[in-house]
């Protein structure tokens, strides 16, 4: 079966509800989308981190990278201090992610001192944007040199597109946008850059569900609910 690895932050987890690589699972069952390095918050370093692990997979398949914003700050967990720091955190106490090369903790637009502190006096906004050009270089030599079919959006991009006058009655207010704009997302902006076809009789009763389904964020049904949307493609 081909695959189709993807890579994003919380536009693309699906923690919410359905997100761009959930929906397009749903549009090309004869692919299996790999999405097992997104995570909510996410920065360029965690997700390369996750890229350069599966690197022994990725040749001759397909790669979707969406690039968080520049100043991300992920921290790998190498003493107590940063459990504590994380795990204090207001908003980000649950953002652990236990990879490979240890623990992760994914600090966002966490407000702790040590983190503003970070970004205020070590690693500013200029720095952060030529890491993640020079994230992007490597990722992208390193998929051609892998024969692999590739396409770079960004979160920037998707949050810029959820915000068009077409959307302002079905966005909804969360920050990442509800599923039917992930659906025009995937079939406007992802699937005409990359080589994969599709069926449009498919997509477009996929639409309809979509459309048809009221969507509430962190349903706790969400996942049962979307499991039963998708066999009804079937």
Same mark, same amino acid.
């Given at each position: ?133 020079? $994230? ?6 390193? @998929? *051609? /040199? #892998? ?6 959006? %960004?979160? +920037? ?40 076809? $599709? ?6 009763? @996929? *639409? /309809? #569900? ?6 509430? %964020?962190? +349903? ?15």
């Amino acid at each position: 079966m081909k695959k189709i690895y993807t890579f994003g932050d919380g536009f693309a987890t699906g923690h919410l509800w359905p997100e761009w690589p959930q929906i397009l699972q749903a549009l090309v069952p004869d692919y299996q989308v790999i999405n097992d390095c997104s995570a909510v918050g996410a920065g360029a370093e965690y997700l390369v981190t996750g890229f350069v692990d599966l690197i022994p997979e990725l040749e001759n398949h397909l790669v979707i990278f969406q690039w968080p914003m520049a100043e991300r700050f992920d921290k790998l967990v190498e003493d107590k201090h940063w459990f504590h720091v994380g795990k204090t955190d207001p908003v980000y106490h649950f953002n652990f992610h236990k990879r490979p090369y240890g623990i992760w903790w994914i600090s966002s637009a966490s407000r702790q001192p040590q983190v503003r502190e970070y970004h205020e006096k070590f690693v500013q906004s200029g720095q952060h944007k030529i890491r993640l050009t020079n $994230y992007q270089t490597l990722v992208r030599n390193t @998929l *051609e /040199n #892998l024969n692999c079919d590739y396409y770079f959006t %960004s979160t +920037d991009e998707h949050q810029y597109y959820s915000t068009l006058n077409r959307f302002a009655e079905t966005r909804q207010q969360e920050i990442q946008p509800s599923p039917i704009v992930h659906y025009y997302f995937l079939i406007e902006k992802i699937l005409p850059n990359i080589n994969i076809t $599709y069926d449009p009789v498919r997509a477009k009763r @996929l *639409e /309809n #569900l979509i459309t048809a389904q009221s969507w509430q %964020s962190y +349903d706790p049904y969400g996942k049962e609910i979307w499991r039963d949307l998708v066999a009804r493609l079937d």
